[in-house]
Every structure is written in structure tokens, then in C-alpha cells.
């Protein structure tokens, strides 16, 4: 398949309200003049980013773990004669840094259901909506190639999602699948961690910015690439895991826990 020509595409986007997500968002409308059907919880939210992007940016508020809401949202655009161009799965959360062993189920659960299954859904529910020549962009985690302690559930949604993505990829003949791979970025995802200052100023110290990991994602999405991994950190975590594939599990846990950071202290 040829490259992707971003200009004047109908994308669907999940997480469009904030971090990744209002980043792609934004760029696809100010650099591509696409129209945006940006989609999160929080109404709100959404309704900011509208007045801030203008009518090129839709907003739909949903819940992407539930699989109904997807089917609704399947049925709004079928009336309004929508088709897709391009499906971005943002949408993610990271449970606070803690042991297997004191992670309740529900949140294993719930972690899974929007970080994993809700790209399954939003394939069954809208696949058939996507243009020939389309693309996909799922946005997993360097945890997704690299596994430690402290994020153990987050790790194998992301894994999982990364799984899926390339198995999708290679049944779609019409329609390419790419999954990024970011490390770091300065979003509102840390807000569950309930990090001190001191945590925060070193998590933004070599965190990358969302508007800088949303160009690179799409610029390499555009090449249709099926694996792009994004950020300094994320490089030297896959050289890390590619090398000592059996230690660097332990090597990563092992410093997190030395860093004597208030965040890494449930691990």
C-alpha cells in the first residue's frame, strides 16, 4: 500500500481530550486539515478541545472499555453516513506502581478492558467503516517490550494490545496496522500515581512532549510502518530487553526501587 496522505482524512480517535491523544488531534487538524471524531469520557473535556480546534474536531463521549458504546458509536456514524479513514486507539490508563501481589483483581480488570480490549472492540464495531487504503494506529508502551515490576498489569494489557496489533496486521490486506511503542511523555496519565513534587519534576525531566511524540508516531505511521517505537527511553529499554532479555526485568525493578522515589515505594 502507498503512503498515507493525512490531508482531508475522516479519523477516528480515542483519548482525544488530553496527553497523545489532544496532540494527534490537534496536529491532524491544524497540519492536515482532517476532520477529527475525537472521543473520551469527559464531556467537558471535549467540548474545550471543540472550541479550541474548531468544527473540524467532533466530539463523542463514550466509555471505550464497553463494547455496546462502541457498537453505538458504530450506528451514529452508519446515520450520519460517516466512513473512516484512519482508527487511532489513544485511549489508556496506568494503575499506580505497585507489586503483583497487592493489585486487586478489579483493577487487572479494568486495566485490561481499556487498555487491550478496547481496541479489539473498537476493530469489530467500526472495521467495517474503514476506508480501503486505510490505516490503523494502535498506541501501546515500551512496557509492551520491556516488562518490570511496579506495572505488571499494565505491562501484559500493553503486550497484549501490541499481540493484537500485529496479528490484525498481517490478516488486513486493505488496511495497515501500525502500533507505537512511546516511553515517557509528560501526560495527565501520571495523575493516578499520586507522585510528590520530587517524583514529578524527575518524571518531567526526561519525559518527552506529547505534541513531539504525536509527530513522530504519525510521520512514521504515514510510511505504514508496524512497529514504531518512540522516545530516548523506550530506544534504550528495547536495546536493554533485546540484549539481556532474561535480566533486564530485574536490572529495570532494581533501579526504580534504588531511586528512593515515593513513586516506585509499592513495588
Known sequence: MRRIKY???TVALTGASSGIG???AKRLIKKYDC???GIARGLERLELVKNE???Q???YQMDVSKKEEWDALYTYLEKENKKIDILINCAG???KFKAVEKTEISEVESVLNINLMSEVYSFKSLGSLINKGGAIINISSIAALCPFGGVSTYSVSKSSALAFSQALGAELKDVSVSVALP???KTDIMKNQGA???DFKLYKRFSASPDKTARKILFRAGFRKSRIIVGTDAHLLKVLYTLFPNRAPKIVTGLLRKSGLELFSQI
Do not use: T
Request: aromatic share 12%; net charge positive; charged share 15%.
Open 57 to 59: 474536531f467532533i466530539p
Open 7 to 9: 490531508r482531508g482524512k
Open 196 to 198: 510528590s513534587e520530587k
Open 53 to 55: 480546534l474548531g468544527g
Open 183 to 185: 516511553g515517557f511523555v
Open 93 to 95: 490508563v496506568l494503575p
Open 22 to 24: 489532544y496532540s494527534l
Open 35 to 37: 476532520l477529527v471524531i
